[in-house]
């Protein structure tokens, strides 16, 4: 069981304030899961191995001591307001103010100016201490999260060793070398509850923050307060005035329309901007719907999508596709043989128009491995269009 997948399986997702409290629960040393310090001392030396070197003696219990210089000055705090801009996480550590800004969905990067107001409130507020932005995102590529960071470069350009960005699976690498330590008798030892939770927790960010998918034909009938009403996906396209469209499960729920589901549903609009992974900017949510039309002809909509797809989904647009795209796969190919059916009918995966490494697959490989496993047969009735 993965109660952060059960949780993000509800109508309204898991949110990124959550993932700050579950991360700022973790890097709390006082807190009661167990770990002390240890996890704590592995994302500073991921993120900054020269504030590692000072704070070493400092970071760890002191059950007796005589020297007060090595006693260590901690707090933390979640959404902590700073020149009008919150912080998602910020901890003090002795001289040093370490400032997480979290993003578990890239879409949610549209504030350009919100690192920069960041900084120089720290700079302002603590003159006297040294300040590291740490901007944590699910894709440091993508051209939403580069806008963001390159903001405070722009503006700052000095800053360069008081910033950096890094990717949620650095979270999840911590996770693995904790109980790495703890099976080698390297750390104090953690309870078989929380190694259940950090192993959840991980899998969770290394599938996207992704619920449990499912297959429905409820529709809701609940409208955003946000939202104009509904329209028909051709009058969509004739709208110019609509900025986002409402799509139940977003991208993945989109994907698993056929040809005649977008002709025959409507959709919710705005001429507002929503961030939420159910609303889609109207280009791609008529770029990727254009694309179900035409039986998958051009999908090169997929640079612009980020999210996780189901494997039926994804064998459905291989099949379909003449297009060479790539599947992320922790692992790659052998990974994917080795896995049994029953996990591959959970799995979400990435999508992508380039092979960034050995563990993305071409789309040929994956409808191969897939029905040798006899996944065309386990879907009797696929999602053809």
């Known amino acids: ?18 993932a700050s409290v579950v991360l700022a629960w973790l890097l709390n040393p006082y807190m009661d899961h167990g770990l002390g310090f240890s996890f704590l001392r592995e994302f500073i030396a991921e993120i900054a191995p020269e504030i590692l070197n000072d704070l070493d003696k400092s970071l760890q ?4 001591s005589e020297k007060n210089s ?36 890239v879409n949610s990067a549209t504030d350009e100016n919100q690192l920069v107001l960041q900084y120089e409130g720290l700079k302002q507020k603590f003159n006297d201490k040294k300040i590291l932005i740490i901007f944590l995102v699910p894709d440091e590529l993508h051209p939403n999260i580069i806008k963001e960071y390159k903001a405070l470069e722009t503006k700052y350009p000095d800053c360069g060793k008081e910033r950096k960005i890094i990717n949620w699976n650095i ?32 899998i969770f960010v ?33 709208d110019n005035g609509i900025k986002f469209v ?15 589901d977008l002709d025959k549903k409507t959709f919710q609009f705005t001429s507002e901007t929503i961030v939420n992974r159910n609303w889609l900017k109207k280009d791609l949510f008529i770029e990727i719907g254009c694309s179900i039309e035409n039986k998958f002809k051009n999908i090169d909509w997929i640079k612009d999508v980020s999210s996780r797809i189901p494997y039926n989904v994804i064998y459905n647009i291989a099949k379909n596709t ?7 796969i922790k692992g790659g190919r052998a990974s994917l ?38 996944i065309d047969k386990i879907l009797a009735e696929p999602l053809d269009n």
């Not at 069981?1 to 959550?18: C, H, L, P, T, Y």
């Not at 070398?177 to 959840?200: G, N, R, T, V, Y």
């Not at 996207?208 to 996906?233: A, C, I, V």
């Not at 409402?246 to 005649?260: C, D, N, Q, R």
């Open 1 to 18: 069981m993965n109660i952060f997948k059960v949780i993000a399986s509800s109508k309204k997702g898991f949110f990124e304030e959550q």
């Open 61 to 64: 219990y002191i059950l007796r």
């Open 70 to 105: 090595e006693k260590l000055s901690f707090s933390s705090d979640i959404e902590y307001n700073v020149n009008g801009s919150f912080i998602d996480i910020i901890l003090l550590i002795n001289n040093y103010i370490i400032s997480i800004e979290n993003k578990i969905n």
């Open 171 to 202: 979270i999840s690498k911590i996770i693995m070398k904790i109980i790495e330590q703890d099976s080698k008798c390297e750390i104090d030892p953690i309870d078989d509850f929380l190694k259940h939770m950090l192993k959840a927790f991980s």
């Open 206 to 238: 290394q599938d996207n923050f992704s619920g449990y998918y499912f297959d429905s034909d409820k529709t809701y009938g609940s409208m955003n307060p946000l939202s104009e009403g509904r329209k028909y996906f051709k009058e969509i396209k004739m």
């Open 246 to 260: 409402g799509v139940s499960y977003g991208i993945v729920g989109l994907l698993t329309l056929s040809k005649e």
């Open 322 to 328: 003449e297009k060479v795209f790539y599947i992320g």
């Open 337 to 374: 043989e080795n896995m049994s059916i029953e996990k591959i009918l959970n799995r979400q995966w990435g999508i992508s128009l380039e092979k960034a490494s050995n563990q993305w697959i071409e789309k040929n490989e994956y409808i191969n491995i897939l029905n040798k496993k006899g």
